[in-house]
């Protein structure tokens, strides 16, 4: 088995791949390296394109976790849809909101009508913005533009009670309009559609595209079309023969269970990278006016899955490694709760008491600190509960299709599970404190 080692006689290599290692593993991930001839990025394209040719409306639902290529992939389909369809003469509209960011109606409503403005050059401006005033306003430019794609990011926010009535609003427009407007909804609310009125969640007809998981094949993809545009010298050797080894399989598959996305994993390599600079090379004190760096000739060789597992405790500080298998916050919160119930004598205990039990103590943490504790969804935690069964510490006892309604069971005694808790208690982050001592 390779060890992919770097010694100090690398030194120079390090510091002349440096600037062009920091470019290409910048945080600017996904854009230009996704797979072409991926089944998500061909279904979208291929409806977008159908609803552009035939010049009718569409709603289509992206879920999942950020940096899991949700926007990207969009944003591809959107660029394929134009080059097959040759558009010359009209083009289409591409307007890209955060609906946590602008968060008002207004504010949002105002971000469409500028991106409108600047993208369709219209010079002519609304005086009360409103829906309705934002039709009317376009209907006169319909004939200029093939059609109009809105990207609505973080729509889950546009689910409460008092912002429903706005969704179905834009809905409305998109439904009645002759003119083709494509929807497009961005959430990592697996529950979005559920907390929607009837009324509102009958306009999202389409099945729904989920981005949970990354491919290994894709993966390597993206790291060796970024490594591809580095000069060649040994340590680029290295990186690259890690990336196409079982090795870096096997490490990618632990990985899965910290849910992590492909802009951590970029970060994750860069960060390697980073240290082993820092570690074979130091200041010249010699170069008083100009900053230079001479060998380290003390530090000793280390392998390259060694640096990985260091990065990743400055991307993951909390991360625990139990028994070989890497646990991560969210899969805490679910054994945390999974305890508690069970101290509490509950007899059969279902994962939506566990959802329930978890939302509770947000609740409470964010009335008491004024904080929030968003991460853990329940898209979060149902992803956390699958790699919890797969790494055997708990089992499921399938009672219905609805995986909220299964019964959980633990693999493992409780005095272990209580040891697990104590071994971590004091390396926990504010939440996480606070859900320690809220179930103990």
Request: charged share 25%.
């Amino acid at each position: 088995m390779q060890n992919f080692i770097l010694t100090q006689y690398m030194s120079q290599d390090l510091t002349d791949s440096y600037a062009q290692f920091s470019q290409y593993f910048s945080e600017d991930v996904m854009n230009n390296v996704l797979i072409d001839d991926s089944d998500k990025i061909k279904d979208l394209t291929d409806r977008l394109k159908d609803s552009l040719k035939s010049k009718t409306n569409n709603t289509i639902l992206l879920y999942g976790q950020e940096g899991f290529g949700r926007k990207s992939a969009i944003r591809k389909a959107i660029d394929n849809c134009e080059q097959d369809l040759q558009m010359k003469s009209k083009k289409i509209i591409k307007i890209f909101v955060n609906a946590y960011l602008h968060k008002s109606e207004g504010n949002i409503l105002s971000a469409i009508n500028n991106q409108l403005l600047q993208t369709a050059q219209i010079k002519s401006k609304i005086n009360k913005l409103s829906v309705d005033e934002l039709m009317k306003h376009f209907k006169q430019y319909e004939n200029s533009f093939h059609g109009i794609v809105l990207v609505i990011e973080r729509v889950e926010i546009l689910a409460t009670v008092k912002k429903q009535f706005f969704l179905y609003s834009i809905l409305e427009w998109i439904r009645e309009s002759k003119y083709p407007i494509i929807f497009v909804g961005i959430t990592s609310d697996l529950l979005f559609q559920e907390k929607l009125e009837k009324r509102v969640k009958s306009r999202f007809q389409n099945i729904p595209y989920f981005f949970m998981e990354l491919d290994f094949q894709f993966v390597q993809k993206v790291l060796l079309t970024r490594l591809e545009q580095i000069d060649r010298n040994q340590v680029i050797n290295i990186y690259e023969n890690y990336i196409l080894s079982k090795s870096f399989e096997e490490y990618f598959a632990k990985l899965q269970s910290l849910q992590v996305s492909i802009s951590k994993l970029i970060y994750l390599f860069r960060s390697s990278f980073f240290l082993a600079g820092s570690r074979f090379n130091r200041p010249d004190k010699k170069m008083i006016d100009s900053f230079k760096f001479e060998r380290n000739v003390q530090a000793e060789p280390i392998s390259l899955q060694e640096l990985m597992q260091q990065s990743l405790k400055w991307i993951y500080p909390n991360v625990k490694l139990e028994n070989g298998k890497l646990l991560s916050q969210p899969e805490y919160v679910i054994l945390f709760s999974f305890y508690n119930l069970i101290m509490h004598q509950k007899p059969q205990i279902m994962f939506d008491d566990i959802i329930q039990h978890s939302k509770k103590t947000m609740q409470t943490y964010k009335l008491q600190h004024h904080k929030t504790a968003s991460e853990f969804t329940p898209l979060v935690l149902n992803k956390a509960l699958d790699n919890l069964i797969k790494q055997k510490f708990i089992s499921l006892q399938q009672q219905s299709k609805n995986l909220e309604n299964n019964q959980i069971i633990l693999c493992m005694s409780i005095d272990d599970l209580k040891n697990l808790f104590e071994n971590i208690r004091y390396d926990l982050p504010d939440f996480m404190s606070y859900l320690y001592n809220f179930n103990f």
